[in-house]
């Protein structure tokens, strides 16, 4: 009441007022000693420490207004830090526990001022946060629905025309065209299962048993494990319950695929499941290359691929099974296998 009297009486707003500091005025003092001053006689104060002249007759009509002789200023504190200074007039005299009242409110309001503007700076951040999610989600739909399409029906123009064709050049350009449809298909699968993943959005579990999970793994690589008449053998005997989502058929079958395209034609890819405390120790080994210490980590980042071999691939397959498996709380890593070759190992907790 009495601020919107003042401001009446002097014709302007006083909140979002920008005040110079002066040098050796009180607001000064307060600011670099981080202190409580008092005055006798804040009218002289507030008018000697300012060349506005708006600010000067604040000072004149506020004393008018409240009869106030003498005033204080107090430093507003969140702990260490100065957040801001408070002041008042007053008619009686002001005391040095009067200035430590003021001080220990100061200390108050500063800790909820922080609190206040620290919650404001994580409400912008949330919002830029889920500005930058709904834009993601955007791009998955463009992916999956604007690009994935015509990639299919460009790679099935292409088989049909290869099966009818007999030139062995066309034949040729006709197998390359399907190859990089391929390839641009499994990029675009692949960069929207894990924007999905990387999206923060929750998954959904249900009980499975890792035995069936790893079957449907393996039977989505048996076409290329037939063409390198490569054996796919699991070695698990029993049930293996897992709080699994379905993505988990794709973390194995990423990793057989993996098994299947580094290793020569005609060797053996065994996965095992071991019981170790609380979680399924699950490891695909193989008979491949292997890989070398210093990229064991590094073969599980976006895009990194390492010895290649000329085999074809996008980079982003270890990444994903290494997503899916912190989804459901667990780790994944990679060893030498005794004898030359990798062994990939998943570690998941088991379902009570
Ligand atoms: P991609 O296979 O598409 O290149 P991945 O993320 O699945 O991408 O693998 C990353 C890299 O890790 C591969 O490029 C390859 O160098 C290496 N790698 C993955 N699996 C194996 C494996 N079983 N044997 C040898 N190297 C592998």
């Given at each position: 009441?009495?601020?919107?009297?003042?401001?009446?009486?002097?014709?302007?707003?006083?909140?979002?007022?920008?005040?110079?500091?002066?040098?050796?005025?009180?607001?000064?003092?307060?600011?670099?000693?981080?202190?409580?001053?008092?005055?006798?006689?804040?009218?002289?104060?507030?008018?000697?420490?300012?060349?506005?002249?708006?600010?000067?007759?604040?000072?004149?009509?506020?004393?008018?207004?409240?009869?106030?002789?003498?005033?204080?200023?107090?430093?507003?504190?969140?702990?260490?830090?100065?957040?801001?200074?408070?002041?008042?007039?007053?008619?009686?005299?002001?005391?040095?526990?009067?200035?430590?009242?003021?001080?220990?409110?100061?200390?108050?309001?500063?800790?909820?001022?922080?609190?206040?503007?620290?919650?404001?700076?994580?409400?912008?951040?949330?919002?830029?946060?889920?500005?930058?999610?709904?834009?993601?989600?955007?791009?998955?739909?463009?992916?999956?629905?604007?690009?994935?399409?015509?990639?299919?029906?460009?790679?099935?123009?292409?088989?049909?025309?290869?099966?009818?064709?007999?030139?062995?050049?066309k034949k040729e350009a006709l197998t390359m065209i399907i190859n990089n449809t391929n390839k641009v298909i499994d990029l675009i699968e692949n960069a929207s299962i894990l924007a999905k993943l990387e999206s923060g959005e929750d998954l959904k579990f249900k009980k499975m048993d890792l035995r069936n999970v790893l079957k449907k793994s393996a039977g989505e690589i048996s076409d290329l494990a037939?063409?390198?008449?490569?054996?796919?053998?699991?070695?698990?005997?029993?049930?293996?319950?897992?709080?699994?989502?379905?993505?988990?058929?794709?973390?194995?079958?990423?990793?057989?695929?993996?098994?299947?395209?580094?290793?020569?034609?005609?060797?053996?890819?065994?996965?095992?499941?071991?019981?170790?405390?609380?979680?399924?120790?699950?490891?695909?080994?193989?008979?491949?290359?292997?890989?070398?210490?210093?990229?064991?980590?590094?073969?599980?980042?976006?895009?990194?691929?390492?010895?290649?071999?000329?085999?074809?691939?996008?980079?982003?397959?270890?990444?994903?099974?290494?997503?899916?498996?912190?989804?459901?709380?667990?780790?994944?890593?990679?060893?030498?296998?005794?004898?030359?070759?990798?062994?990939?190992?998943?570690?998941?907790?088991?379902?009570?």
């Amino acid at each position: 009441m009495a601020a919107r009297k003042l401001e009446k009486l002097i014709g302007f707003k006083v909140k979002g007022y920008d005040v110079s500091l002066y040098e050796g005025s009180l607001l000064k003092e307060v600011v670099d000693n981080k202190k409580a001053v008092i005055t006798d006689d804040i009218i002289w104060v507030l008018k000697s420490y300012t060349n506005k002249k708006s600010l000067q007759k604040l000072a004149k009509t506020a004393a008018e207004l409240t009869k106030a002789k003498w005033g204080m200023g107090a430093p507003l504190m969140a702990g260490n830090k100065l957040v801001g200074v408070i002041g008042c007039g007053s008619i009686k005299k002001l005391t040095k526990a009067d200035a430590q009242r003021f001080v220990n409110f100061g200390a108050q309001a500063g800790q909820s001022i922080e609190r206040a503007q620290t919650y404001a700076k994580l409400e912008s951040a949330y919002k830029e946060v889920k500005h930058s999610n709904k834009l993601k989600d955007l791009f998955i739909d463009i992916m999956r629905h604007d690009l994935l399409n015509p990639a299919g029906v460009t790679k099935g123009i292409a088989e049909l025309a290869l099966s009818e064709e007999d030139e062995p050049d066309k034949k040729e350009a006709l197998t390359m065209i399907i190859n990089n449809t391929n390839k641009v298909i499994d990029l675009i699968e692949n960069a929207s299962i894990l924007a999905k993943l990387e999206s923060g959005e929750d998954l959904k579990f249900k009980k499975m048993d890792l035995r069936n999970v790893l079957k449907k793994s393996a039977g989505e690589i048996s076409d290329l494990a037939d063409k390198k008449r490569t054996k796919i053998k699991v070695d698990a005997k029993g049930e293996f319950k897992v709080m699994a989502n379905p993505l988990m058929i794709v973390a194995f079958s990423n990793l057989i695929d993996n098994a299947v395209k580094y290793s020569p034609h005609d060797s053996e890819v065994v996965i095992e499941i071991k019981k170790d405390g609380q979680n399924w120790k699950i490891s695909v080994s193989d008979e491949g290359p292997g890989i070398p210490d210093e990229y064991k980590e590094a073969v599980f980042e976006r895009f990194r691929r390492v010895k290649k071999g000329g085999v074809k691939g996008t980079g982003l397959g270890l990444a994903i099974v290494k997503k899916i498996v912190e989804h459901h709380n667990g780790r994944t890593w990679v060893e030498d296998k005794s004898g030359g070759g990798s062994t990939f190992i998943v570690e998941i907790p088991m379902a009570r």
